[in-house]
């Protein structure tokens, strides 16, 4: 139950930072408001691959970040294992001719105590019955404690719990700027008037930066076109989360799954009303190469499909906490928005009630950037 006090905070963005940490101010006891630009999860939530994991190579807070995200997803899973939306089957990557490449992954994450295992295509089926072994590089690197979570699912079971704390949400709220008053964040304005506030979070994902320039920060943006795909339902067997040369690949609820890859980035075209298009034959060709890697079952064929910006700071990095400009001004702008979110809300909800800083985040204040 939350213990009562005197704040208010405002949240910008609908997203899945915006929202855990929306219901973790509420379970401190914070007034909270979250406003978002047009409906929860329509931004880069709602089109996010959203693998959890700590692979491959990253900086040593980095990698402890992720690895207590995903220990809160895990403390989740077990509240209701039979979740469809939350799944630790692990994952499996290869890359495309480079053995050596692989095996040096392989032996940075074992010296990282990261769960990395060498799987070849004659044992691949004792990982996952459903890949086929044919479509396999020579090696490739099972994580056994890997999972994927289905953002919008996510969203929707943490705004139920936001709003029976009392949370109130704004959705099409249309564009919001920061007002600062003496230096320091006072609410929020936008379409509708004023709100005024002890503290703002700015988590609107790929536009966090367009947010916060007017403050006099900025914020290194690299954030790339993306596409995520939805088959129909298939009868394909498949439960870890691919990560292959040509087509990502994860299960999700109802049979079907979400595919993604960087390979079509310039097929994506920005029009001008700022929506993206992309022609139905290359999201066919995805499903396609998708349809590749399994062994069984008829081809994954598209569904529905999502375009937009996937949030990425320049440096690669999350940028999270208060704005040393900008008193009262907090940030969430990462690309591992699945991966941190739990973790994120919880540590940015003590530093907003407590003021006082979490040095996990040490390594993310947006101070870096000069």
């Known amino acids: 139950m939350a213990v009562k006090n005197d704040m208010h905070v405002l949240v910008l963005g609908g997203g899945v930072l915006g929202v855990s940490s929306a219901l973790e101010l509420t379970k401190r006891g914070a007034k909270v408001t979250l406003l978002t630009e047009a409906a929860l999860c329509s931004g880069a939530s709602g089109r996010s691959l959203s693998w959890l994991n700590s692979a ?10 992720r690895m207590a995200g995903i220990d809160r997803y895990r403390t989740l899973f077990a509240a209701d294992p039979t979740r469809d939306w939350l799944r630790f089957d692990g994952g499996l990557c290869w890359s495309a001719n480079d053995v050596a490449g692989t095996q040096a992954r392989h032996a940075y994450e074992k010296a990282h105590g990261y769960d990395s295992h060498l799987i070849t295509p004659a044992t691949v089926a004792q990982v996952d019955k459903g890949v086929d072994p044919q479509a396999m590089a020579e090696e490739a690197i099972f994580n056994p404690g890997e999972g994927w979570v289905s953002l919008p699912h996510l969203i929707a079971h943490l705004s139920g719990q936001f709003r029976a704390l009392g949370g109130e949400i704004i959705e099409h709220a249309g564009k919001a700027s920061v007002i600062v008053e003496q230096g320091r964040a006072k609410g929020i304005r936008y379409d509708k008037g004023e709100i005024a506030a002890d503290a703002v979070l700015v988590a609107c994902g790929p536009w966090t930066p367009d947010v916060v320039a007017p403050l006099g920060v900025t914020l290194p ?145 947006a101070e870096r950037f000069g």
């Not at 900086?59 to 970040?65: F, I, Q, V």
Request: proline share 8%; hydrophobic share 40%.
């Open 56 to 65: 491959g190579e990253r900086s040593k807070p980095y990698h402890a970040l």
């Open 221 to 365: 943006n690299g954030s790339p076109v993306s596409m995520l795909v939805i088959t129909e339902a298939s009868d394909q067997p498949l439960k870890t989360v691919l990560n292959t040369p040509r087509a990502a690949v994860r299960p999700n609820p109802g049979k079907r799954y979400a595919l993604d890859h960087d390979w079509y980035e310039n097929d994506i075209k920005l029009q001008a009303d700022g929506t993206y298009q992309i022609e139905e034959s290359v999201v066919a060709q995805l499903a396609q190469e998708a349809s590749k890697l399994l062994r069984a079952g008829t081809p994954l064929k598209a569904e529905s499909w999502k375009l937009g910006l996937k949030p990425i700071p320049g440096d690669g990095d999350p940028v999270l906490g208060e704005l040393e400009k900008v008193p009262g001004c907090f940030v969430a702008f990462t690309h591992s928005g699945a991966t941190l979110a739990l973790i994120v809300g919880e540590l940015l909800a003590d530093e907003i009630v407590t003021g006082e800083k979490h040095p996990m985040l040490a390594a993310f204040r």
